[in-house]
């Protein structure tokens, strides 16, 4: 079984750009896709990345996801950084043992 | 449009039972993959259960032995009945529709607040 490890808080300026890494403990990070979720307070959470770089529809395109082999981690990049960006961010993947995991998510604060 | 409506929770003391209900519009339980997923107060999003299509159940090794994920086909109605809660078991709890392995949760609900204390 793996974890996902992510930052516990980053902070950054409006129009700023922040990048949250998400690290696999065990296990390589490409054999199964990496989604992100954004969580704000009292709400559920929603999807910003699918697919470890895929975009739902009305995510703006200031969200990017990649996947960096050589530190079996993925990352969520925020560009243009918005007060309405703040908020928590979770990671997610899938254990072929039929688990989902989550990260330990991430506080964006845009001060 | 899609929709998923908790409901069941509530206060209940340790070593009880709670059965946990979602239920869906604008799509067929039975033809999507379904979870539960938990968030304790102030604490980060954790897997607890998910059927699949096929009617196969996975649930975390925290919850393993206690809950139980099951489906209403005719009620489109998602369930979670938790037996032997502990105090670790408080969080809220929210149902999620998934579109597979490897995939993402597309769609929640607002999720329903377990509380387990004496």
């Known amino acids: 079984n793996f974890m996902l490890t992510q930052p516990h808080s980053v902070s950054e300026s409006p129009g700023k750009t922040v990048t949250i890494s998400c690290t696999r403990s065990?296990?390589?990070?490409?054999?199964?896709?990496v989604q992100w979720y954004q969580q704000r307070p009292g709400s559920a959470p929603t999807t910003v990345m699918y697919e470890d770089h895929q975009r739902p529809s009305g995510v703006p395109d200031r969200f990017s996801g990649s996947i960096d082999s050589s530190s079996n981690s993925a990352s969520l990049t925020i560009s243009g950084l918005k007060t309405e960006d703040e908020a928590d961010y979770y990671c997610q993947s899938y254990d072929k043992t039929n688990r989902w995991v989550f990260g330990g998510g991430t506080k964006l604060t845009v001060l | 449009e899609v929709q998923l409506v908790e409901s069941g929770g509530g206060l209940i003391q340790p070593g009880g039972s709670l059965r946990l209900s979602c239920t869906a519009s604008g799509f067929s339980v039975g033809s999507k993959f379904m979870a539960w997923v938990r968030q304790a107060p102030g604490k980060g999003l954790e897997w607890v259960s998910v059927?699949?299509?096929?009617?196969?159940?996975y649930h975390a090794d925290s919850v393993k032995g206690r809950f139980t994920i099951s489906r209403d086909n005719y009620k489109n109605t998602l369930y979670l009945q938790m037996n032997s809660l502990r105090v670790e078991d408080t969080a809220v709890y929210y149902c999620?529709?998934?579109?597979?392995?490897?995939?993402?949760?597309?769609?929640w609900g607002r999720g329903t607040l377990v509380t387990v204390s004496s």
């Open positions: 059927i699949y299509i096929d009617g196969s159940t």
């Open positions: 999620a529709k998934n579109l597979g392995p490897g995939s993402h949760f597309d769609y």
């Open positions: 065990s296990g390589n990070i490409l054999s199964n896709y």
